[in-house]
């Protein structure tokens, strides 16, 4: 495979923030092996994962080959770049699982089983340190960095200057030394010769090539990219419910899509060149025409379908686009009954809802009760016979008049019935 030029690609999508000097000869000289770690601390990651998942994906299709680092023993101490708490510890079972997880997330971004000379390669801390005791580490290690050294990095003088932390622990402080050692195995039997991560890692991938001179005897380099924020000054990858997690059973695709279509035109833009595979030339066309009407929302519609395409699939993209739909009137009552139960209480999240007894929906329930004796939905039943004379009545998108009865006909997955008056006033039934 003919080399691209990493550092080169990076640049124009706005993704470097610290590089070493000479990264990009050395890179341009052969195939390189760089890593980048991996929290496994749950069974998924999560959209503020993306940043250092891209990385690896755009380094192995500019033909080098990437080595993705689960960090089963450095999960289990905690970082203390820009972090205010320590970690909880889990048992390996628990890692082992949580590590199989993340591999098959980050194999929908690289190639681990091609057979190809730079296919990706998955490694765990955990494996070269569970049987390196204290005392080797101290001596064999330990003796190579000084405290002052390790003082001197950021994200340690912040968290012992910090006002609203306790300061920090030992465990802690050692992290950039554990760190800085998987950087020297890796450069050992994995022939690894950069770390990539977020600008808060430099200290962390800086002791790691000291490490590597001191003790390995040769030349270890560093790349770092921004840490991403959003225009408005909120955090990427939150919601209000949280993290925006790339397994679906987390976060719905429907969810997952809604979030990357939501943003402002200055995140998408933005967002665009980082987060998807899509080539300068293509970003700049779609960009253009973006300007020309931003109330289309090209750039997000774009970004929406490629970002939720490569963590789901095609098929879960085109879902996620016709549930969207459904809020806007473009949809029918089949396109609501295919939802899957999570996508259609996304779709139709904070919408009030009533509970009835099968059995009223087995013998056929009159539409007036529903709207207003069973539900409360409407306050009374001159009210609900006012609305169906006015033909603002619908059930699951179709309208209908005095005299109609809900049956099991009408059910969404079996459950739900969705009551609409007008464009925007829903209410669901659940039978139970």
């Not at 695709?253 to 030339?281: C, G, H, R, V």
């Not at 005095?402 to 609409?420: K, M």
Request: hydrophobic share 35%.
């Amino acid at each position: 495979m003919k080399l691209k030029n990493f550092v080169e690609e990076l640049t124009w999508r706005g993704m470097i923030h610290d590089v070493m000097p000479e990264t990009e000869e050395h890179l341009m000289a052969a195939m390189r092996s760089a890593y980048v770690g991996f929290d496994p601390t749950a069974d998924s990651l999560h959209i503020g994962n993306l940043v250092p998942i891209m990385l690896l994906a755009f380094y192995q299709r500019c033909g080098h080959r990437p080595v993705a680092l689960v960090g089963g023993a450095t999960g289990m101490i905690g970082d203390p770049s820009g972090k205010s708490s320590e970690r909880n510890l889990l048992d390996e079972p628990t890692l082992r699982h949580n590590q199989e997880c993340v591999r098959r997330q980050l194999s929908q971004f690289l190639d681990f089983s091609s057979g190809a000379e730079n296919k990706a390669v998955m490694v765990n801390n955990y494996d070269w340190m569970k049987e390196f005791s204290f005392l080797d580490f101290i001596r064999d290690v330990g003796k190579h960095i000084t405290v002052n050294y390790m003082m001197a990095k950021d994200s340690v003088k912040n968290r012992i200057q910090g006002e609203d932390t306790e300061g920090m622990s030992f465990t802690e402080f050692t992290y950039q030394l554990v760190q800085g050692y998987d950087f020297l195995h890796l450069y050992k039997h994995h022939n690894c010769t950069l770390q990539m991560g977020g600008s808060d890692q430099w200290g962390n991938i800086t002791t790691g090539t000291e490490l590597i001179r001191r003790i390995g005897g040769g030349k270890g380099y560093a790349l770092t990219c921004p840490l991403i924020t959003k225009s408005d000054g909120s955090k990427f990858g939150k919601s209000e419910g949280g993290n925006i997690w790339l397994d679906a059973k987390r976060t719905s695709p429907y969810k997952f899509y809604q979030y990357w279509l939501n943003t402002s035109d200055e995140d998408a833009e933005k967002y665009i060149k980082i987060f998807t595979f899509l080539d300068e030339e293509t970003i700049k066309g779609l960009v253009v025409e973006h300007q020309k009407a931003p109330h289309l929302r090209t750039l997000q519609k774009r970004l929406a379908q490629e970002v939720t395409t490569t963590v789901h699939n095609e098929s879960e993209y085109e879902n996620a686009v016709k549930a969207s739909e459904i809020l806007f009137g473009k949809s029918t009552s089949e396109a609501l009954k295919n939802l899957n139960e999570q996508t259609f209480l996304d779709v139709f999240e904070g919408v009030p809802q009533a509970e009835i007894a099968r059995s009223e929906v087995n013998n056929g329930l009159d539409i007036i009760s529903a709207l207003a004796e069973k539900t409360g939905f409407l306050k009374s039943n001159g009210e609900a016979i006012r609305a169906l004379k006015e033909n603002s009545i619908s059930v699951n998108k179709e309208k209908v008049s005095d005299g109609y009865a809900i049956t099991s006909e009408d059910l969404i997955n079996n459950t739900f019935v969705l009551l609409q008056r007008g464009k925007k006033n829903y209410f669901i039934i659940k039978l139970v």
